[in-house]
């Protein structure tokens, strides 16, 4: 039988190579540096769909393009503090089977999150995405029975937190957390510009954290003496369970 996890853990599920970089890379960071051990699993690399600067070089095959994000990937991790490892299952479609839900749900049960961070639960304008949110929910529900793999030390009930998409908007996604990254800015920069193959959305997702970062002022009060400069926003899919609403 195995045993509870007793460190803090995280598990961030991302459909692409880039994806936990853009939009979780402070959250990655900061919880690194707090302590937590954060894992992330990448589904595929964003061979087919987001790595355009790659197969406009020509002469380019599949494998190279999943080699270069991979390493890619691997270079943001280890910068943001975090393990990672990549199931490798294709993009444009994502697609995954009963195998890939159960090998997801066996991370769970390694990792044993305190928290999960995934995409939106919809997205027009990439169906990895949200197929990317339905796996991450159904490989935690799996985790906690009983009935599965029993002996082994069940997952509790993390919260799961979507991180923001590209245009949130039509996404039906709304921040109800705004996480101040501003001590680890530098650091998930850094992370960005590991991603050679999407060098378009550096500029894009520091405007993002930096009126991310007005809005978490404004949320505490703009007169408050702490100094917020770069935020992330997620938005919670279960409710809080608190004795305290302070």
Known sequence: MSHPVNHKSALVVSAHSADFVWRAGGAIALHAQQGYQVHVVCLSFGERGESAKLWRKGNMTEETVKHHRREEAQAAADILGASIEFFDIGDYPLRADNATLFRLADVYRRVQPHFVLTHSMHDPYNYDHPLASNLAQEARIIAQA?????????VQAPPVYCFEPHQPEQCNWKPDVLLDITSVWEKKYQAIQCMQGQEHLWEYYTRVALQRGVQAKRNIGITAARDIVHAEGFQSIFPRV?????
């Open 242 to 246: 608190t004795e305290n609403l302070a």
């Open 146 to 154: 009983e009935g599965y793999r029993p002996g082994e030390t069940v």
